[in-house]
């Protein structure tokens, strides 16, 4: 290559003659550099980076600490609503909530099928009105804050598969109380609505418990009235209420009868009546003294 064997003053070098321009091959050197350096660089800014397992979403999980916000002076004096038959229980305030047996089609999403329970009410005389506004969509009272307990004898995943293929999964939040699983999920509208929480007692047992709940927003009237519980102090009730909530053990063969008999009825059972039993016993004497 003539450029890089040039003399100073550009004058091409006899053949033979080893005279090397350097400064060309510095300046090669550097384009090179620069040229490899560049497309590098290009390469590394359109490598997609690895996700690591920290970066992926997981399904979020709420815990329900059975010790939370619970201060035992807050909870003294609570009733206890004990079902044996379902082995739970759980404290509430009888002087804020009017306990009612109800049974009603409250499970989504068809609604269809009712079940027995207990509802705890709280209410303030203030009429209330349905969507609609229509008079026969209005009761003579609020009821700000409704928890209610529904003992169901279904499997928990019999359940809830219809309520995840209506809602779908990012509607339903997993949550785990006293170490059973369960999910927890909301329907409602213009300040009002359902908390909804399902969870597993065993394979053929799941407990339902609704919050129905009103935002004093709703109506300015709700935000002036005395007696009214803020949505703010209703979240707090029902988690101290949830705190108190217990697995207890099942007796299964509590209310089975006891049958007992001494071993002369157990003889009379196997068909030895008392002059029988003489009759073997003198037998049996006489085989082992060897009379016959």
């Not at 207990?118 to 209410?123: D, E, G, P, T």
């Not at 307990?149 to 949550?175: A, H, S, V, W």
């Not at 927003?217 to 029902?238: C, G, H, M, R, S």
């Not at 008392?274 to 016959?292: D, F, I």
Request: proline fraction near 6%; charge should be negative.
């Amino acid at each position: 290559m003539p450029f890089l064997t040039q003399g100073p003053g550009g004058e091409q070098v006899p053949y033979g003659v080893n005279k090397t321009n350097w400064k060309y091959i510095l300046i090669v050197v550097i384009l090179a550099f620069l040229v490899g350096g560049g497309i590098l660089f290009w390469i590394k800014t359109q490598e997609i980076p690895p996700v690591g397992l920290s970066e992926i979403e997981r399904p979020e999980e709420i815990v329900i600490d059975e010790t939370a916000d619970l201060v035992p002076s807050e909870v003294e004096g609570w009733k206890t609503y004990r079902n044996e038959e379902y082995g739970f229980e759980i404290k509430y305030p009888g002087d804020i909530f009017t306990e009612k047996a109800v049974a009603e089609k409250t499970l989504p999403p068809s609604y269809t099928e009712e079940f027995s329970g207990l509802k705890l009410i709280h209410s303030i005389p203030i009429q209330h009105c349905g969507l609609s506004g229509l008079p026969e969509d209005c009761e003579p009272e609020t009821q700000d804050i409704t928890i209610g307990f529904f003992p169901i004898g279904k499997n928990f995943q019999d359940i809830t598969t219809p309520i995840r293929n209506t809602l779908g999964n990012g509607y339903l939040k997993e949550i785990i109380v006293s170490g059973k699983i369960g999910t927890t999920f909301e329907l409602g509208a213009e300040g009002e609505g359902v908390f909804y929480y399902l969870i597993s007692l065993n394979q053929y047992k799941t407990l339902l418990i609704t919050r129905s709940y009103i935002n004093e927003k709703t109506v300015t009237i709700y935000q002036d009235a005395k007696d009214f519980i803020p949505i703010a102090e209703q979240e707090k009730l029902f988690n101290q209420m949830l705190s108190t909530f217990r697995f207890i053990e099942i007796d299964e063969t509590a209310d089975w009868k006891t049958y007992r008999f001494s071993v002369q009825k157990l003889k009379e059972i196997e068909g030895l009546t008392p002059e029988k039993q003489r009759e073997v016993e003198k037998k049996n004497s006489r085989t082992k003294t060897g009379e016959l």
